[in-house]
Structure formats: structure tokens, C-alpha cells
């Protein structure tokens, strides 16, 4: 069982940076960055491997997002430069501890840990 502990997102004018961070309480093999607007389906955002270095990233945040870790800490971070109005969402990051490799990064149900989620909203 690992818990999974978001901060940081807030407010920020259109063009401004966030940072999120994700500590988890144990060991996982992959962490993921999701969103989810009101009446909208959940977005992948980032996901990368904790015991690795490779990472992936959406269409939507490629060269805006990055995603990255604190391996001392068990801690994941999604720094967002460059933000646009349709990033405003709830965020999430989930983790996967499953060491197979048969699964697709952006599949949330791939992800059997979740944060409690932390709203970024960006206005114009």
C-alpha cells in the first residue's frame, strides 16, 4: 500500500509556472501526472519510471511540462511553464508499484494509487 501526498499548485496568470509535487509513502516502479476539468474526462499529463530515468508526456504539455524526481525523498515533481487557460484542473498524481512492463503510461486504471488531487487554475 503506498499513500500518495500532493502540493503546490494555486492561481497563475497565463503564461506563468507551477509546481506539484507528489511524496510517496513507499516504493512505486511509475508515477503519473493526470488532470480532470469539470465534465471533462480524465487527461494524462506525464508519467515517469521512479526507478529509472525515462519519461513520457501528452501532446497537450509536451515542452511545457516536465516531470521529474527526488529519489531521497520519494518525491515526484510536474513543473508547468507556460501555462494556457485550458490547463486549469484538478490535478492528480497516481503511482503504479506493479513491475510488469505491459501497460500503457497513460492509462489511468494502470495506476492503483492516487493523490487527493490539487487545483491549478489559470486565468487570462
Known amino acids: 500500500q503506498v499513500e500518495l501526498v500532493q502540493s503546490g499548485g494555486g492561481s497563475v496568470q497565463v503564461g506563468g509556472s507551477l509546481r506539484l509535487s507528489c511524496v510517496a509513502s513507499g516504493s512505486t516502479r511509475y508515477v503519473g501526472w493526470f488532470r480532470q476539468a469539470p465534465g471533462q474526462e480524465r487527461e494524462w499529463c506525464a508519467t515517469i519510471a521512479t526507478y529509472g530515468v525515462s519519461t513520457w508526456y501528452g501532446d497537450s504539455v509536451k515542452a511545457r511540462f516536465t516531470i521529474s524526481q527526488d529519489s531521497a525523498k520519494n518525491t515526484v515533481l510536474l513543473q508547468m511553464n507556460s501555462l494556457k487557460p485550458e490547463d486549469t484542473a484538478m490535478y492528480y498524481c497516481?503511482?503504479?508499484?506493479?513491475?510488469?512492463?505491459?501497460?500503457?503510461?497513460?492509462?489511468?486504471?494502470?495506476?492503483?494509487?492516487w493523490g487527493q488531487g490539487t487545483q491549478v487554475a489559470v486565468s487570462s
Open positions: 497516481a503511482a503504479r508499484t506493479d513491475t510488469s512492463a505491459h501497460f500503457s503510461v497513460s492509462d489511468p486504471s494502470a495506476f492503483a494509487y
